[in-house]
Nanobody, 124 residues
Framework: QVRLVESGGGLAQAGDSLRLSCEIS????????LGWFRQAPGHEREAVAA????????YYRDSVEGRFTISRDNAKDMVFLQMNSLKPEDTGVYYC?????????????????WGQGTQVTVSS
């Protein structure tokens, strides 16, 4: 089982930046997709960004394209989400998740292991 632990959330003002980190343990191969999801109150959990552990072009949802950057450090077993130009609509609980697939996945149901989540609150 893959274990994921997020950190780096907090309070921010519109236009600020935050960097989320996810420590990963239990990976047994390179055939995984690591994703960042967020969930706002009253809304479904949605994929924000995803990246293949083996590399390749990442996925970004349209609303964060150009503002957020997902990256990975295979040597340290970590995934990051750099969030710039934050907006109030970026507020939510952010989750790091792992899918045992080779190709990018964007549906929450495809991810088997999840972190506990970290709160990001952006004020206007």
């Amino acid at each position: 089982q893959v274990r994921l632990v997020e950190s780096g959330g907090g309070l921010a003002q519109a236009g600020d930046s935050l960097r989320l980190s996810c420590e990963i343990s239990g990976l047994t191969s390179s055939r995984y997709v690591l994703g960042w999801f967020r969930q706002a109150p009253g809304h479904e959990r949605e994929a924000v960004a995803a990246i293949r552990w083996s590399g390749g072009d990442p996925y970004y949802r349209d609303s964060v394209e150009g503002r957020f950057t997902i990256s990975r450090d295979n040597a340290k077993d970590m995934v990051f989400l750099q969030m710039n130009s934050l907006k109030p609509e970026d507020t939510g609980v952010y989750y790091c998740a792992c899918a045992p697939h080779y190709l990018i996945r964007t549906r929450a149901i495809d991810y088997e292991d999840w972190g506990q989540g970290t709160q990001v609150t952006v004020s206007s």
